[in-house]
Structure formats: structure tokens, C-alpha cells
């Protein structure tokens, strides 16, 4: 594995590899890597010639209260997962590269979808995640990039860019990752105290209480449903605070119908974590 710093050297390799016509599958990370990350690598490593994983904790999707001083990082593990997954080029690029002038001369407006759940919470997110993405799809040109679906909003905003501007790159969405209890893999979950850790599969068993209650009721209204899991959660949370929990339609993000895909998404603020998961599914 070559781990690239530089920019230029970055274009210099994409060069080389499109002569070859060569296949670039790309894993965009901020690091921190877990078993979310290595789903990731290995699909892209089974797809593409070559598998190009960047690490960047991205200044621009941080709000100004939020963890980017303590978002956590440890170059060392997560060279040694990379190369043991088979990563080829390992991307770590420097803020000063990435965002030459501050601020942004032209800077992206993420649409609709990206004003609820995380969105309405973290104003101005969904803007810093698109605007590293189409700089790094610019520099690296990958035939395909890989997302977990925990994310399953930043997915819907990444698909809707890439459709937007025709990018010409295929948004491939694989599955959450969990611990043995149901928790969400996450690089934030090394932050949990030991009590809240206990506590923290309660956002995987509550998704699938809603999943289940919309069976067994179908004919409840949106509004009922996330009334009732509200009240599942409160009565299990002893620690975390719920931020949201909401059922939306999927990409859109929009009140659903109960036509097509469902998604059903929480956030819970515990003391130095901000925990997200979600379930998908689809209504004939
Ligand atoms: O999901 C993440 O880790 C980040 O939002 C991403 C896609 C790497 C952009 O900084």
C-alpha cells in the first residue's frame, strides 16, 4: 500500500491509472477505521482494479460547537487495517491542500433532503459533506464510491448530487455493520461511557419495535407510529437524550405515504457521543 499526501501526486496516479484503464473504487473515510469501514473496502476491492481509501476529518461538516478537535484519530491502526484489507493507495490530503482559501469562493447548497434529521440539527452538514466529496471525486475519479447505510441521509444527499451534476461515478450503499448486541458500528462509539454503552443497543431495538408495530398496525397514521416509539425510547433511555426519531420516505426524505421505501431514522445525544441509526424498508 502507498499511503499520498500530496494532491498532485494524487492527480499523477489517477493519470496514470486511467492510461492503464484501469477501475478506481473509492472509500471515503474520516478515519478511526472499524468493521463499517472494512464492509467498505472489501466490496470496493472485489469491484475495482484498484482501491483508493482517504482519511480526512473534513473541517467544512463540523458546526462550530461540534467534535472536530476530538473527533477521534489513530493514523497508525487505521494504516495497519488498510493494508491488511488490501487498500492500494491510502489518501490522507492536509486541510491546507484541501481548502486553499478560506472561506470558500464557491461552496455547494445541499437540496430539500438535507434539511431534516441530521440536517435540521447540524445546519450546514450536508454542505461540507458534499463539497469534500466533489473534491475529492474530482481528484480521484472513481468508477464507483462505497457508503454505509447507517449514513442513509448522507447517501440520499450524495445519490442526489451525483444525479444533479452527472457525475460520472456509481453510488454503491452497503449495509450497517452492528455489534453483537445490535449497536451500530461507529467511530464515535469509543466515546460512550460504560453505562451508556450498555444502554446504547436501545436505538437498534426500538427501530425494530417501529418496524414491527407499523406491522402489526398498518392502517396508523405517521404521526401515531413516532408517538409511540417515542414513548418505547423514553421509557428505555436512562442516559441518552433522543434528538430525533422520525419515519420519512426514502431518498426524498419527506412524509411518507407508505408507498415505496421507508426509512426510519433516530439520533441520541449521550454525554461526549451523538449516536445515529436507521432501518430501511419497502411498502409495496
Ligand atoms: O461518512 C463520513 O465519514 C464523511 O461524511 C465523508 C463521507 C467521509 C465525508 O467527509
Known amino acids: 500500500m502507498k499511503q499520498?499526501?500530496?494532491?498532485?501526486?494524487?492527480?499523477?496516479?489517477?493519470?496514470?491509472?486511467?492510461?492503464?484503464?484501469?477501475?478506481?473504487?473509492?472509500?471515503?473515510?474520516?478515519?478511526?477505521?472499524?468493521?463499517?469501514?472494512?464492509?467498505?473496502?472489501?466490496?470496493?476491492?472485489?469491484?475495482?482494479?484498484?482501491?483508493?481509501?482517504?482519511?480526512?476529518?473534513?473541517?467544512?461538516?463540523?458546526?462550530?460547537?461540534?467534535?472536530?478537535?476530538?473527533?477521534?484519530?489513530?493514523?497508525?491502526?487505521?494504516?495497519?487495517?488498510?493494508?491488511?484489507?488490501?487498500?492500494?493507495?491510502?489518501?490522507?490530503?492536509?486541510?491546507?491542500?484541501?481548502?486553499?482559501?478560506?472561506?470558500?469562493?464557491?461552496?455547494?447548497?445541499?437540496?430539500?433532503?438535507?434539511?431534516?434529521?441530521?440536517?435540521?440539527?447540524?445546519?450546514?452538514?450536508?454542505?461540507?459533506?458534499?463539497?469534500?466529496?466533489?473534491?475529492?471525486?474530482?481528484?480521484?475519479?472513481?468508477?464507483?464510491?462505497?457508503?454505509?447505510m447507517k449514513d442513509a441521509q448522507q447517501v440520499a444527499v450524495v445519490e442526489g448530487m451525483v444525479h444533479e451534476y452527472f457525475l460520472p461515478v456509481t453510488i454503491r450503499k452497503v449495509a450497517t455493520v452492528r455489534e453483537e448486541d445490535g449497536l451500530a458500528r461507529s467511530s464515535r462509539n469509543v466515546r460512550l461511557t460504560s453505562e451508556e454503552r450498555k444502554e446504547a443497543p436501545v436505538l437498534y431495538e426500538s427501530l425494530q419495535f417501529v418496524r414491527q408495530y407499523y406491522d402489526a398496525h398498518p392502517h396508523l397514521t405517521v404521526d401515531v407510529l413516532e408517538a409511540e416509539w417515542l414513548r418505547f425510547l423514553e421509557e428505555k433511555l436512562r442516559f441518552g437524550s433522543i434528538d430525533y426519531a422520525r419515519i420519512l420516505s426514502f431518498p426524498e426524505l419527506q412524509k411518507p405515504t407508505f408507498k415505496g421505501p421507508q426509512l426510519a431514522a433516530l439520533a441520541v445525544r449521550y454525554s461526549a457521543a451523538r449516536l445515529i441509526d436507521n432501518l430501511l424498508w419497502e411498502e409495496e
Open 4 to 148: 499520498i499526501t500530496s494532491l498532485n501526486e494524487m492527480v499523477a496516479f489517477v493519470h496514470d491509472t486511467k492510461l492503464k484503464q484501469k477501475s478506481i473504487g473509492f472509500v471515503p473515510t474520516m478515519g478511526y477505521l472499524h468493521e463499517g469501514h472494512r464492509a467498505l473496502i472489501k466490496d470496493a476491492r472485489k469491484e475495482n482494479d484498484i482501491v483508493v481509501l482517504s482519511i480526512f476529518v473534513n473541517p467544512t461538516q463540523f458546526g462550530p460547537n461540534e467534535d472536530f478537535a476530538k473527533y477521534p484519530r489513530d493514523m497508525k491502526r487505521d494504516r495497519d487495517i488498510a493494508t491488511a484489507e488490501q487498500v492500494d493507495i491510502l489518501f490522507t490530503p492536509t486541510v491546507q491542500e484541501m481548502y486553499p482559501v478560506q472561506p470558500l469562493r464557491v461552496s455547494l447548497q445541499a437540496g430539500k433532503a438535507a434539511r431534516e434529521l441530521c440536517g435540521a440539527s447540524r445546519p450546514g452538514h450536508f454542505d461540507g459533506v458534499l463539497t469534500v466529496l466533489l473534491k475529492l471525486f474530482m481528484l480521484i475519479q472513481p468508477a464507483r464510491a462505497y457508503f454505509g
